[in-house]
């Protein structure tokens, strides 16, 4: 844990800070008592920006496009943090006019939107998104400045809806693949509130790896079991080249190419942590011990 004392001075600027992610990390900054300035976009509305107003953010809206201004906000801040959400035109554009910005204002340290499974270890064209944090991180990584990648596997707030593996009616766990694979998974609280402690952290190293729980599907199905109070059972669909043909499929029929997370994305981002290959490894849950953990039974409860 950081100091308390040592983190009031901070001034740390927080990119899509009325997103989700963004949202809670800069109340967990705010909490900390750290200057936060929230970058938006200018056509964001009054309404978005006010709650961040309140809360006690510096909101400066801008131009993403605009590296002098861009860098005039980067100004006197210790950490830039993005949590922008998109695809190429945001990960790697302007994450890219965001990282000049922050080079050139003398910032030292910068945490790019990774949030993710281990993108590192998977092989180009296995996940459309992940492709896009990859091609950033080589940007990132010849860049003179310092860099964190924080990675949280997935968000464990899916399991409650959007990723369709937990199925209440029926009280079964679908899956492809092995039923002991396994996976990492973190509550955006938690991602938000380890993300804050670690931009109030002067010396970070490249990538943080951090899990709520770590779940198999089996672990899956007794977490549901127990926070519905009924029996769930798992379902094999088939194997994972299985899961692959129905993700060509998908892709064909619903491209939705512009859309970031369409329902074909969702299913890469399955097959990957199924496949077990972007497993984080080592993790660093206790770097900053008042972090209380949240477990998938308690999310699906
Ligand atoms: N591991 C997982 O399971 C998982 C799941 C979901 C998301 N994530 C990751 O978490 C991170 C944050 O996601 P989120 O769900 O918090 O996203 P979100 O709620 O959609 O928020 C995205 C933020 O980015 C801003 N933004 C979007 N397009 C922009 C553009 N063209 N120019 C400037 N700003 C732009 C938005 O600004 P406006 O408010 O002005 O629109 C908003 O502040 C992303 O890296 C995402 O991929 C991970």
Redesign the pocket.
Known sequence: MIDEQSTGNKTIVV?????????LITHYLLARHTHVKAL??K??SIA?TEALRRAGATVIALD?QNVITLTEACKNADCVVS????LR???VN?QSNLLKAAVGAGVPRFIP?????DFTKLPDGSNR?LDLRREFSMILNSAPIQSTSIL????MD?LKDEAPVVLSGPAKVIYWGDVEQPMDFTT?KN?AQFTAEAALDGDTPRFLRIAGQVASINDIRIAASEAKGKEFKTFRIGGLGMLQFMIKAMRTIMPARNE??PPWQGMQ?LHNMLSGLPKLNPLDNDRYPDIKWTKIREVLA
Request: proline share 0%; glycine share 12%; hydrophobic share 40%.
């Open positions: 990119a899509g800070a009325t997103g989700h992610l963004g949202n938006v976009r056509d964001t978005r993403y949590a922008l959400s998109g035109d945001v990960i302007m939107s990774d949030y993710c499974v998104n949280n596997g997935m968000f899916l955006l991602t970031v997370f981002y």
